[in-house]
């Protein structure tokens, strides 16, 4: 399959997870892919990766949360390219903090990352998107679906790209142009790896939001992410598909 020929995916959360998995397929099917990332370290790799494969990638460091790197991240994979065709938007951060005693600034970077980011990105590529007719393929969660214990900030956040993903859907469906969300659960990745939990958390609440069929690889994700971003799913826009081996059914 080759869905991404002559196509340029953006990708931002490129250098690691999900991010780098939806990057390497999308390469793999042909796409000339511009990742984004805030870690030098894991843009290197990803690349690397593609280009190895014989595939086309370019490394760009940039805090999604920061405006003014995101409008340089996009005119600088426009000037390079010359058009864009998807948004991948998979950066995003989780931390878990009693809602009683949650740090407002903790839970203000978690808003910056995963709502304020995934808003700037898409706002910056919606007029290139325009001219193309393309797509947008944003992070959301099983936690903007369901309770997710001691994640006040993390499920607001996703809550929120959900939401702002269905309306961007409804805003440029005359446009041309289509989006959706993805809502992973139990993916494993640099997310998933090393949580610090706070000192008393109930960990068969935590139990209760764990897939059935056991944690998977973020490759699971790349063949869904990809297949919403091309024009298999042409007649799909607004729509939230759920990859949780079964969580919350
Ligand atoms: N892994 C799961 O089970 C799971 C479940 C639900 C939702 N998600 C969502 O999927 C997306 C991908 O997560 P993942 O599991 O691959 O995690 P990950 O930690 O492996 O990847 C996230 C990437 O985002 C990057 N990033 C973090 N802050 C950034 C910033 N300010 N600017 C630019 N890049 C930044 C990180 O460097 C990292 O490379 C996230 O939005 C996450 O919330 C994951």
């Known amino acids: 399959m080759q869905r991404f020929s002559n196509r340029v ?3 931002t959360g490129a250098g690691s997870g999900i991010g780098r998995a939806a990057a390497v397929r999308i390469a793999a099917e042909g796409g ?3 990742c984004v990332d805030i870690s030098q370290a894991g843009l290197d790799e990803t690349v690397a990766t593609i280009t190895a494969a014989g595939g086309e990638a370019t490394a760009q460091c940039c805090d999604v949360s920061d405006e003014t790197q995101v409008k340089d991240t996009v005119a600088a994979c426009v000037a390079r390219y010359g058009s864009l065709y998807a948004l991948v938007n998979m950066a995003g951060i989780l931390r878990f903090d009693d809602t009683d005693a949650i740090a407002l600034d903790a839970f203000q970077r978690v808003i910056a990352v995963n709502l304020t980011g995934t808003l700037l990105l898409c706002r910056e590529v919606l007029p290139h998107l325009v001219e193309t007719r393309g797509s947008i393929v ?3 969660s099983t936690a903007a679906l369901a309770g997710l214990p001691c994640g006040a900030a993390y499920s607001a956040s996703k ?3 959900l939401a702002m ?3 961007i859907a ?5 446009r041309g142009v289509r989006a959706n969300c993805v809502c992973p659960g139990d993916i494993n990745s640099g997310m998933t790896t090393g949580i610090e939990w706070p000192p008393n958390m109930d960990f068969e609440l935590i139990a209760r939001i764990s897939s059935l069929t056991g944690p998977k ?3 699971v994700m790349a063949g869904v992410i990809a297949m919403l971003a091309s024009e298999d799913a042409v007649h799909i826009t607004g729509e939230d598909i759920r ?3 079964g969580t919350l059914s």
């Open 9 to 11: 995916v953006m990708v």
């Open 32 to 34: 000339s892919v511009y």
């Open 138 to 140: 944003n992070a959301a």
């Open 159 to 161: 809550g929120g790209v």
């Open 165 to 167: 993903t269905r309306s």
């Open 170 to 174: 409804v805003e440029f469906a005359k």
């Open 217 to 219: 690889d973020a490759e």
């Open 243 to 245: 990859v949780d081996g």
